[in-house]
T-cell receptor
Framework: QKEVEQDPGPLSVPEGAIVSLNCTYS??????FMWYRQYSRKGPELLMY????GNKEDGRFTAQVDKSSKYISLFIRDSQPSDSATYLC???????????FGKGTRLHILP | ETGVTQSPTHLIKTRGQQVTLRCSSQ?????VSWYQQALGQGPQFIFQ???????GRGNFPPRFSGLQFPNYSSELNVNALELDDSALYLC????????????????FGPGTRLTVL
């Protein structure tokens, strides 16, 4: 079993829809849970992170972590064509550890 | 755009050759990590350098080696290239160890696309 599982998609939704992206993981020691956005031919950009369980909101983005289920989610409200990218979930045990990434989900927002 | 730069942007090599990839860190960041991202996959950790010493290594063979310089820039060297080494190589610089985690903790560069024929 991989440490982090993520459906690669692609996921296509109409503009304005709510997008839900998810990952599961197996290592209960993970403490930091991150979401990166990666545009084509670019490096990953850290969108949001959550420490331990709970929710975090930043504008149109909401990150949720359920450590009891080992399940994390990213919700994008009022999706825009500019949100079209690959979204990578990622996790670390401690701040300076290596990052463990999911495969990434390719998201297409249709105008 | 982050302050992390990588060179070259693209590179084509043949099997058995050696390659050196370069990375310049974000200002104020003294830790550099290298990741390999194969097509359709998430990045995989190769190693991390802190104060010019290797500070953690992923599951990569010894033919992957690195250096960090006093100005915190870094090199990734790969010897005896194999076809499976074809990937996007990402460099990430991190703020000093011990600082609290934030969205400014780590920045990735745009990557070097390596093709091995």
């Amino acid at each position: 079993q991989k440490e982090v599982e993520q459906d690669p998609g692609p996921l296509s939704v109409p503009e304005g829809a709510i997008v839900s992206l998810n990952c599961t993981y197996s290592n209960s020691a993970f403490q930091y849970f991150m979401w990166y956005r990666q545009y084509s031919r670019k490096g990953p950009e850290l969108l949001m992170y959550t420490y331990s369980s709970g929710n975090k909101e930043d504008g149109r983005f909401t990150a949720q972590v359920d450590k009891s289920s080992k399940y994390i989610s990213l919700f994008i409200r009022d999706s825009q064509p500019s949100d079209s990218a690959t979204y990578l979930c990622a996790m670390i045990v401690n701040r300076d550890d290596k990052i463990i990434f999911g495969k990434g989900t390719r998201l297409h927002i249709l105008p | 755009e982050t302050g992390v730069t990588q060179s070259p942007t693209h590179l084509i090599k043949t099997r058995g050759q050696q390659v050196t990839l370069r990375c310049s860190s974000q200002s104020g960041h003294n830790t550099v990590s290298w990741y390999q991202q194969a097509l359709g996959q998430g990045p995989q950790f190769i190693f991390q350098y802190y104060r010019e010493e290797e500070n953690g290594r992923g599951n990569f063979p010894p033919r992957f080696s690195g250096l960090q310089f006093p100005n915190y820039s870094s090199e990734l060297n790969v010897n005896a290239l194999e076809l499976d080494d074809s990937a996007l190589y990402l460099c990430a610089s991190s703020s000093p160890i011990g600082q609290s985690f934030s969205t400014d903790t780590q920045y990735f560069g745009p990557g070097t696309r390596l093709t091995v024929l």
